[in-house]
């Protein structure tokens, strides 16, 4: 059964741009880690909630937008063999790369997949 890592994230509107062309020089390195399918997703219908929210979760401000990310892998153990290559790939240690984000904000986790239909 495919594994799922699950990211939520706020991204300046005006870094939208941005966003997309980091998003995608990051695809061929993970996948090269194992990553089979990574998928981007810019929020246009993303209540703010009363005690819980997207937008909360990632303390979001009012110029920002929210992402829902995820990507597929094949299982666990090559997802978890992945995340210790990317980690150490050298394109992640590039102190020139800017990320177009606060990743101190970003929550991810996880998944195993419980239904795919």
Known sequence: MTYV?????AVPNAQKEAY???AKACVPVFKKYGVTRMVECWGDDVPDGKLTSF???VAAKPDESIVFS???WPDKATRDKG???FRADPFFADDTMVMPFDGKRMI???F??????
């Open 20 to 22: 997309i062309e980091h």
């Open 108 to 110: 991810f986790g996880g």
């Open 112 to 117: 195993s997949v419980l239904l795919d239909e």
């Open 83 to 85: 995340v210790a290559g």
């Open 5 to 9: 890592d699950g990211f939520v994230l």
């Open 55 to 57: 937008a909360m979760a």
């Open 70 to 72: 995820w990507f597929e």
